[in-house]
């Protein structure tokens, strides 16, 4: 299986921004602690990051034809970016929402997820472990 992972907004700096909220491990931790899973595990992947929503947005259209699942972490767009629904809904290819944080205990409007509807499952409140459950998710229910 090849899985997309793609991290939108201020996820490049994690380690250094509220660490009280996100943990105190860097970008680089996460891509390692990916890498490891993906040896383990046994799938091949690319992971992204971008400040930008289009870009998000261009990275999803890319997938078709070339990953069978998507692991997303889209930050702040998650609470209202029906461009990014509506781009997972168009491509047809199962989608896992993360975060690090639990976004059900914090700000109201976090509560909100413009694009769960869209996601076959969502996985957050587990720093890094949420993106080891989304991609388990991938390999195991998802029959890709
Ligand atoms: C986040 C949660 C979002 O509400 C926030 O805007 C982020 C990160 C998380 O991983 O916990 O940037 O997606």
Redo the contacts with the bound molecule.
Sequence with gaps: MNILIING???NLIGKREPEI?GSETYSELLHFIDQLSKEWGFTYKIVQTNHEGAIIDFLHEAINQYQGIVI????Y??YSYAIYDAIKAINIPTVEV???D?SRREPF?ATSVIAPACVAQF?GEHFKSYYRAIQYLLEVTNV
Excluded at 73 to 76: I, L, M
Aim: aromatic letters at 12%; hydrophobic letters at 25%.
């Design positions: 907004p201020n996820l996100y972490n889209p930050g702040a998650t609470h975060h690090l944080s976004i976090r957050y």
